[in-house]
């Protein structure tokens, strides 16, 4: 399915508390046409003002009326989350992009999900998707809190054999270990979450061999000792070759030449500036590839990755 990057107006028809701090906003197409299609794991752009930032989705694909965010409220955030609790209102109209999915569900033999705090809410859709599937999977829940734990209860409520949910302060960290030993050959483990959370999960799966799938709300840290260089991007439609200057990106430098490409984030977490690659090797530093996708050399994300090779030849 292709993604959908044109705008479109939206209006808020609910806004409501799913958890202390979180609230779900439910949108539908502004003329009254049905949504955009989408499948688990994707997210969309709310523009909010002058900010524009990422919300994965977490109702039902099969719903073509309207489109759910869980929004947490982040004190110490950028203004997204805050503008979405105190200003957002029912009827309000919005502007939005996507949906994009850089996260999307494969087949596997059995699933395990991890979440961490809002991390739920990307996964949601999934376990809706596995259960119709009579697929077996298993949910590990942590939070801080249970009143902090959006959609929790009913979860638990719907599958009391297949969730568990563990609030830091009832039960410590999640016991990681545990859950991937218990699981059997072939099972896909995805986990979105802190960073804390995920670079566990990385870690224990790596030692374990286990195929993993996460979803980065922040960008991952880059090795403040990493190299940065300038290097040369060749545009394989035109043969046009742009330098790449110490200080800037690859996607800066683009827009310095007047080259038209699709970003949001500009942090390599949402995906949306993916370009192929055609020769030379990428310095992968997104938070998007996995590492059999980075080891493959032949996509990046052109607003934080640079290049290994003095030349990268892009699919542009």
């Known amino acids: 399915m292709s993604e959908d990057r044109t705008p479109r107006r939206m209006r808020v028809i609910g806004k409501e508390s799913v958890a202390a701090g979180v609230v779900a906003v439910t949108l539908a197409d502004a003329d009254g046409g049905e949504v955009p299609e989408w499948e688990p794991g994707a997210h969309i752009d709310l523009v909010l003002g002058d900010i524009t930032r990422q919300y994965s989705l977490c109702g039902d694909p099969a719903d073509r009326r309207s489109l759910t965010v869980a929004v947490l409220h982040d004190p ?15 009827g309000d109209l919005i502007p939005i992009d996507g949906p994009r999915n850089a996260f999307g569900l494969s087949t596997a033999e059995s699933y395990l999900f991890v979440a961490g705090g809002i991390g739920i809410t990307p996964l949601v859709p999934m376990l809706r998707a596995v259960d119709q599937q009579r697929r077996p999977w298993r949910l590990l829940y942590g939070g801080r809190a249970r009143t902090s734990m959006a959609f929790a209860g009913d979860l638990a409520a719907t599958h009391p ?4 949910v563990r609030p830091q302060d009832e039960y410590g960290l999640l016991d990681l270990d545990a859950a991937l030993d218990a699981l059997e050959p072939g099972a896909a483990v995805y986990c979105c979450g802190p960073e804390p959370l995920l670079q566990a999960i990385e870690n224990a799966c790596r030692a374990r061999d286990l195929t993993l799938h996460v979803e980065r709300f922040t960008p991952r840290e880059i090795d403040p000792d990493a190299p940065v260089t300038s290097f040369e991007v060749e545009l394989a439609s035109t043969g046009e070759v742009v330098t790449v200057e110490e200080s800037e990106s690859v996607l800066d430098a683009l827009e310095r030449r007047g080259v038209n490409v699709d970003f949001s984030c500009r942090e390599g977490t949402c995906g949306t500036c993916e370009v192929a690659v055609l020769a030379g090797r990428p310095d992968h530093r997104d938070s998007v590839l996995t590492d059999d996708e980075k080891a493959a050399n032949d996509a990046m994300m052109i607003c934080v990755s640079r290049s290994c090779t003095p030349r990268i030849i892009l699919d542009l």
């Open 161 to 164: 054999d297949r969730v568990d």
């Open 76 to 90: 110490n955030g950028r203004g997204g989350s805050a503008y979405v609790h105190d200003k957002l209102e029912v």
